[in-house]
């Protein structure tokens, strides 16, 4: 391209950084005589019209002057080099970017050289600019020459847009979809690392010498599902080629110290952040998955009855321990429908989170069928892997899974509804109080049950199902708990009837729950006398899940039992609901 003198360039007694905006003052305060380009004011008309044409787009771009590729660039581009700004302003592209010269410095040679424009698309760049780290970059972007009234090559234009985010992303999904597939018809549980770890090791970006602990490996971490740890520096010395190992467990039916762990150290060039963590722990689900899915088919093989066999692995799934928190009592039960299926897609969880708080879910996989028990589980299984290691509010975690689903190829809707209990900041300083934060993936609304045995239905406005990703915000809703106060979730197997409209159950079920809670029922009689109404013959399995509040100032009631966390959990001192 021929340069025009734009306005920045047009007269001699303006800077020719006049449109630089806020870099104008770095402009000044470099010594431009001491450089190769010498004193502005003996810039010519090429280099001032370019360099007007550069600052003034919002577009990232830089000129690369002169045989020496002197770096001169808008705000844009400074955005992009991060901690090599404002250093760079008027140094040559060899000193600037070392790191990145090998790839672009005989293009750039190439283009002076009369060769012409260059186009490249997401090329791998790493890229030394935070903290003095290399970073794995990805970047389009295009070099055009600059040339004089005469047609001399005086300098390159380079357009330039950061594509890492996109290109890791994709690359990521990629490595889910072919690990999916490869794991598909996975049949004997012990064959799932040579399946894996093939496909594993081909993602030398993402996944660093990758592994697959057994629950007696010393590595593998007892109290947590996922950790984070620096490499020993030895070791770094001895050759590794990572600074980080991450290890997160396999989400799974057994408890937590009888799961597999998967652990993979993590390229010195690539951030230990959350989008990294959250894709390993997509991973752990995948491999999760794959797992339980191998023991259903050997449970079908011994057995010779898959509807049987799955019924009873996914029946000891959905009667967990349940924790019990300070003066929190939690309350559950389960009914499947009258028929031979023992199991179909509802369930109910409630599980400790990394940071110590406590989630409820109620969800519902659409379908009766062995298919939907089978999603049924892998729902469960990665909302609790997703929901444990990130510790997020209710509408975040739905989002995340419902990522999961998509990216898993679950093939299934749900509806749910994420609960989390949290203290009540504002409440009587004595008797204490608690918060419910919850988000409706399209479930039935949860209940209310006041102190004073008034019910409350939360009919809040419901998000999409699971499943559909649409990519729509999800939303938190919450509401006081104070102590004996109870929240209550339900599937549609206790409220839906033939014939009848939904309106209808939701009606008996505030009418039943109200009676109860005024005939002074527990938790625990409040469920069964919800079960006891309906009979066993139901057409559709039921799941019900409680919590109720106790005052602080007073020892825990009998009736709620001992507290029961984390330990007590890993250790089985709890018996099933």
Known sequence: MTSPAGPGGAGPGRRPWEDAGSLAPLYDAVDWAAGPLGPPEDWDGTLRGALALALTTRFPVTLLWGPEHVLVYNAAYAEIIEDKHPDALGRRCADVFPEAWPVIGPMLADVMAGGGPTWTEDVRMPLVRRGGRSEECYFTFSYSPVATPDGRVAGVLDITAETTRQVVDRRRLALLAQLTDRLSDLEDAEGLPAAALPVLRSARHDLVDPALLGPDD?????????????????????????????????????????????????????????????????????????????????????????????????????????????????AARYQPAASELAVGGDWYDAFTTADGGTSLVVGDVSGHDAGAAVAMAQVRNVLRGVGHALGEPPAAVLDALDRAMRDLAVGALATAVLARLEDDEHADEGRGGHRVRWANAGHVPPVLVHPDGRVELLQRRSDLLLGLSTGAARRDHDVALPPGATFLLVT????????????????????????????GATVEELLDGLLAEVGPDVEDDVALLAVRAHPRDRPRPPEAGPEVGPDELLRGEVGRP
């Open 492 to 519: 549609d197997g206790l409220v839906e009837r033939r014939g009848a409209h939904l309106s209808e159950g939701l009606a008996w079920l505030r009418g039943t729950v109200e009676r109860l809670a005024r005939a």
């Open 218 to 330: 010393g590595l593998a971490p007892l109290d947590r599902d996922l950790v984070v740890e620096e490499v020993a520096e030895e070791e770094v010395e001895a050759g590794a080629t990572r600074r980080h190992r991450v290890l997160v467990r396999l989400p799974g039916v057994l408890p937590r110290a009888q799961r597999p762990v998967l652990v993979t150290g993590v390229d010195p060039e690539v951030p230990v952040d959350r989008v990294l963590l959250e894709f390993l722990v997509l991973v752990a689900g995948v491999l999760g998955t794959a797992l339980e899915r191998a023991r259903a088919h050997a449970v079908e093989r011994a057995s010779g009855q898959l509807a049987r066999s799955m019924s009873e692995a996914l029946q000891r799934d959905l009667l967990t321990p349940l924790p019990q928190p300070d003066h929190v009592q939690l």
